[in-house]
């Protein structure tokens, strides 16, 4: 009896779960990841799969449960019985083009940002970016704090963007909310301040090279 039974606990296979990823049927282990479920469902190799821990934003993928239309990331995603993944191209290549080193003064850097990301004044406030984005960033008030010229606020509020671009892809204005999140955290370092024993130091060993390169040269 004792054998019989655990001979068919033996023979208990781990539940599947059924999913289509890029229109091929899947049946994959439940926990699996998406991107654990296409690689051991035999799909073929997709573009777009990074680091698997959430940090690159590359494996972006559009999630269709019944009706209802999501996006996220695959490699955070948990399979699910009957949903349908389509693994998204890699994100085109960015139409807002500035140079940080232009920048030279603090004077114009509202007035240049509206040239730059002139989309960025009309944010309809639909929520599309908000939805889209796997990290919970208030990316519609990151949008809305850049425009009013607030970078700092704005770099601090899409401190933790993966660049994923999903909230670009939702954006029905094309404001690029990533690149304007971008823009606010290199726009901010650029004319960030160094702190204060940090220059002092920076001056000493400034001071200490150029000691040494007088020795080099024997002068006194």
Not at 135 to 140: G, T
């Amino acid at each position: 009896m004792t054998t019989s039974n655990a001979t068919a606990n033996e023979n208990v296979q781990p539940s599947g779960v059924a999913l289509t990823i890029n229109g091929i049927a899947v049946n994959a282990v439940a926990g699996m990841t998406l991107v654990e479920a296409a690689w051991h469902g035999g799909v073929p190799r997709v573009t777009g799969v990074g680091c698997l821990e959430g940090v690159c934003g590359s494996c972006r993928v559009m999630l269709r449960r019944g009706k209802e239309v999501t996006v996220g990331l695959a490699c955070q995603t948990f399979v699910e019985d009957g949903i349908d993944v389509i693994f998204l191209p890699p994100a085109s290549a960015p139409q807002h083009h500035y140079e940080i080193s232009d920048f030279k003064d603090g004077w114009d850097i509202h007035a240049r940002f509206h040239k730059i990301f002139p989309e960025a004044s009309r944010c309809r406030h639909c929520h599309g970016c908000v939805n889209a984005c796997p990290k919970d960033i208030a990316v519609e008030d990151g949008v809305v704090q850049a425009a009013a010229g607030r970078f700092r606020e704005a770099g601090e509020t899409f401190f933790e963007c993966i660049m994923c671009e999903l909230c670009d892809v939702a954006c029905p204005e094309l404001i690029a909310p990533a690149h304007v999140g971008l823009f606010s955290r290199r726009i901010t370092a650029h004319f960030h301040l160094r702190p204060p024993n940090l220059i002092n130091r920076l001056e000493e060993l400034r001071q200490a090279r150029a000691g040494t390169a007088q020795k080099e040269n024997g002068e006194e």
